[in-house]
């Protein structure tokens, strides 16, 4: 049998990232070759990820990366499986790059990134071997990129859990930073109303529109009262036209205004919106394990 010695562990450990007794076991079977070694552990890598790709991956941070001149951004959402995880070093360096080649070179979609060549190797099988590595699923989500009309600002809050860009022209950066912590914090859906999607519109009318039939009154107020509840709505979910968070006897709007300013765009992330997530019942599990 192959004497493995501790240099070429801690150089194989080194190489992969992973723990002294996996390294030294891949050796012992790649009869002390190196490179055969390191193929063996993400060959095992790539299986962890297969079996970690079928659980969901809700928690995760967002990394946003502006360009030196402000003119050019990128927001990356990274999930995980555990807020643990997402506390990782090698976790977070993850989606900072990306975030900065999202900005740097535009690729089409998740695919394309995912693609693109990062310390000679591709972004998928970096991916690959840190599921590998931390056994847990993990995914690029997605991405968005913002060539500035003005100049960008970006926000980052809540342990990376909610990432704002916001374009802006005019106005100084106490504004533009009091503009982006003021989406966080409020979560609009559009600039205006023209912006929000048809879909929600709609949903908001129906529902509406039900209440209004169950008063009874008149179909001319009923009809009233659905447009009225429809714009209340909207006025609710467009920035424009939201009370400013810190001073409600302002919208957005008229802060802007008064400040010679202007948005003209922004991009709001936050961390598994929309994603189902499972719900465990611990007391259950515990229950379960007792009986085996």
Not at 91 to 110: I, K, Y
Not at 128 to 135: A, K, N, P, S
Not at 190 to 206: F, I, T, Y
Request: with cysteine.
């Amino acid at each position: 049998m192959t004497e493995i010695s501790a240099s070429l562990v801690k150089t194989l450990r080194e190489m992969t990232g992973l723990g002294m007794m996996e390294c030294k076991k891949a050796l012992a079977e790649a009869g002390g070759d190196l490179k055969k070694a390191e193929a063996l552990l993400r060959i095992r890598g790539g299986a962890k990820a297969s079996k970690a790709a079928a659980r969901v991956a809700a928690e995760g941070i967002i990394a946003a990366y502006l360009a030196p001149d402000a003119r050019c951004g990128a927001l990356v959402e990274l999930n995980c499986e555990t807020d643990f995880v997402a506390k990782n070093e090698d976790f977070q360096s993850l989606v900072d790059t990306l975030a900065r080649m999202v900005a740097e070179h535009d690729p089409a979609d998740v695919a394309a990134l995912s693609a693109m060549k990062m310390n000679g190797r591709t972004v998928e099988e970096v991916r690959t071997e840190l599921v590998g590595r931390i056994g847990e699923n993990m995914s690029i989500r997605r991405f968005a990129r913002l060539r500035a009309q003005g100049r960008l600002v970006s926000y980052v809050h809540g342990g990376a859990k909610i990432g704002v860009l916001v374009d802006l022209s005019g106005g100084d950066d106490a504004l533009a930073k009091d503009v982006a912590m003021h989406i966080a914090a409020a979560k609009p859906k559009a600039l205006d109303a023209a912006g929000v999607p048809q879909e929600l519109v709609e949903s908001e009318r129906r529902v509406a529109a039900q209440k209004a039939a169950e008063s009874g009154k008149p179909a001319n107020i009923v009809e009233k009262m659905v447009e009225g509840a429809v714009q209340k709505f909207l006025k609710e979910v467009t920035l424009l036209s939201q009370p400013f968070v810190k001073d409600d006897k302002l919208t957005v709007g008229e802060l802007l205004k008064s400040k010679g300013a202007q948005v003209h765009g922004f991009v709001l992330y936050v961390v598994g919106e929309g994603i189902e997530k499972k719900v465990s019942d611990f007391a259950a599990e515990v229950a379960a394990a007792a009986k085996v």
